[in-house]
């Protein structure tokens, strides 16, 4: 068999989807309530704004890696120091825990400035007229937001190392 079968099995009662386009997600049903070709253009637009997320989510992880650097930098110098034989021991933060947190907050909002940035830059490139310039970026910065806000709820709780 060289592709896919026709039909899929049922599972718990419901046929898996058929066709060559995945089913639409729960944003996509919001985006588009009507069938038809509408459809098309929310998949479109979630590809096309898809690379605005980039910044946020490249913050997000130099956030994150960030506070592994600077919590845990000065244990390359202790284990280093134990393999020829030291005992120093001592804390392995480079500097204080407000300050890493500090740092990564201003890493998501650079990141978060940059993905709103990069969708303002999209839709004004894609659309000509204000109006629809705004009503495809609006949902869009709303969905920056929403997981800027994410990531700083996730950076506010405590990080257990793993020494």
């Given at each position: ?68 650097l ?27 825990a407000p ?65």
């Amino acid at each position: 068999m060289t592709g896919p079968p026709r039909r899929w099995p049922a599972v718990r009662g419901r046929r898996h989807h058929r066709g060559g386009h995945p089913p639409r997600g729960a944003l996509a049903r919001l985006g588009a309530p009507t069938p038809g070709p509408d459809h098309r253009r929310v998949k479109t637009n979630f590809a096309r704004f898809g690379y605005a997320l980039i910044p946020l989510d490249v913050a997000g992880h130099l956030a994150h890696n960030l506070f592994h650097l600077l919590a845990e930098g000065k244990s390359v110098y202790y284990t280093t120091a134990a393999l020829f034989g030291s005992t120093a021991t001592g804390d392995p933060a480079l500097v204080s825990a407000p300050t890493i947190q500090l740092l990564q907050f201003a890493l998501l909002a650079l990141g978060m400035a940059g993905s709103v940035y990069t969708a303002r830059r999209i839709a004004h490139r894609r659309y000509q007229t204000a109006t629809r310039r705004r009503a495809t970026l609006t949902p869009y910065v709303a969905i920056i937001a929403l997981l800027g806000a994410v990531n700083v709820w996730l950076f506010l709780l405590p990080m257990a190392h793993r020494m």
